[in-house]
């Protein structure tokens, strides 16, 4: 799986997790400006699941 696995320990969790402490507070607003980018790939794999 090439895509953010969901396990919990998996690699790019943790990751993300370690950005997020070192960004502190400001990793609240970063994330929510970044939240719309989310959706966006979220849209298109499903739009690619279903279309294959």
């Known amino acids: ?3 953010l696995p969901c396990e ?3 690699k790019a969790v ?3 997790k370690n950005a997020f402490s070192k960004l ?3 990793g609240v607003y970063k994330a929510m400006s ?3 980018i989310f959706i966006n ?3 298109a794999y499903m739009t690619m699941k279903i279309q294959n």
Do not use: P
């Open 8 to 10: 919990n320990k998996s």
């Open 14 to 16: 943790e990751q993300v």
């Open 41 to 43: 790939y979220i849209e």
């Open 34 to 36: 970044e939240f719309d």
């Open 1 to 3: 799986h090439r895509f």
């Open 24 to 26: 502190q507070e400001k």
